[in-house]
T-cell receptor
Framework: DTGVSQDPRHKITKRGQNVTFRCDPISEHNRLYWYRQTLGQGPEFLTYFQNEAQLEKSRLLSDRFSAERPKGSFSTLEIQRTEQGDSAMYLC????????????FGPGTRLTVL | GENVEQHPSTLSVQEGDSAVIKCTYSDSASNYFPWYKQELGKGPQLIIDIRSNVGEKKDQRIAVTLNKTAKHFSLHITETQPEDSAVYFCLIPGVNSGGYQKVTFGTGTKLQVIP
């Protein structure tokens, strides 16, 4: 499968724990995006990378959230000291375009914070 | 920020009928207008897109029309089938004041096709 993959698909954690998600974009896609989606809502932009550079972060991305894309390929999203309000689907997308264009989404990681 | 309105929020149609979903935006600099389909438990999937230099694009039963003057674009699905049942989102990419990309999704339309 050459699409965008995300791991894990589901994560259940207790409040206060740290979690890390991984996204593997389509090979050679230089843009990578992270979104958060809660039930019944559209995806909300969190951050994006152009190769290894993180270019923009949403105000939704509090200081408990950090994202990396160290070699310009896969990316990780870490949430520290999780809160119940962090429960959501975390989506990753990649794009071959350096100026924006079609994005290809992964299946998402569903996070449940108890 | 970008103001994106998507209507209707829910839509039920009989199999074989047409469905139309409309997305209205505020950023006049936008020049790329995609529609995504999201099935339960899956990530959004691009189904059709249009660029600002054309007014309409069609791909089999799916079409998108764009009115740049009025700042809205619409998704048209003809001869609907039960497998068209899903949530549909429009997306407005743009550039913020810092020169970086911004992305705003519409609020979504839950389409139900009744067999």
């Amino acid at each position: 499968d050459t699409g965008v993959s995300q791991d894990p698909r589901h994560k259940i954690t207790k409040r206060g724990q740290n979690v890390t998600f991984r996204c593997d974009p389509i090979s050679e896609h230089n843009r990578l995006y992270w979104y958060r989606q809660t039930l019944g809502q559209g995806p909300e932009f969190l951050t994006y990378f152009q190769n290894e550079a993180q270019l923009e972060k949403s105000r939704l991305l509090s200081d408990r959230f950090s994202a990396e894309r160290p070699k310009g390929s896969f990316s990780t999203l870490e949430i520290q000291r999780t809160e119940q309000g962090d429960s959501a689907m975390y989506l990753c997308a990649s794009s071959p375009h350096s100026t924006g264009g079609e994005q290809f989404f992964g299946p998402g990681t569903r996070l449940t914070v108890l | 920020g970008e103001n994106v309105e998507q209507h209707p929020s829910t839509l039920s149609v009989q199999e074989g009928d047409s469905a139309v979903i409309k997305c209205t935006y505020s950023d006049s600099a936008s020049n790329y207008f995609p529609w995504y389909k999201q099935e339960l438990g899956k990530g959004p999937q691009l189904i059709i897109d249009i660029r600002s230099n054309v007014g309409e694009k069609k791909d089999q039963r799916i079409a998108v029309t764009l009115n740049k003057t009025a700042k809205h674009f619409s998704l048209h699905i003809t001869e609907t089938q039960p497998e068209d049942s899903a949530v549909y989102f429009c997306l407005i990419p743009g550039v913020n004041s810092g020169g970086y990309q911004k992305v705003t999704f519409g609020t979504g339309t839950k389409l139900q096709v009744i067999p």
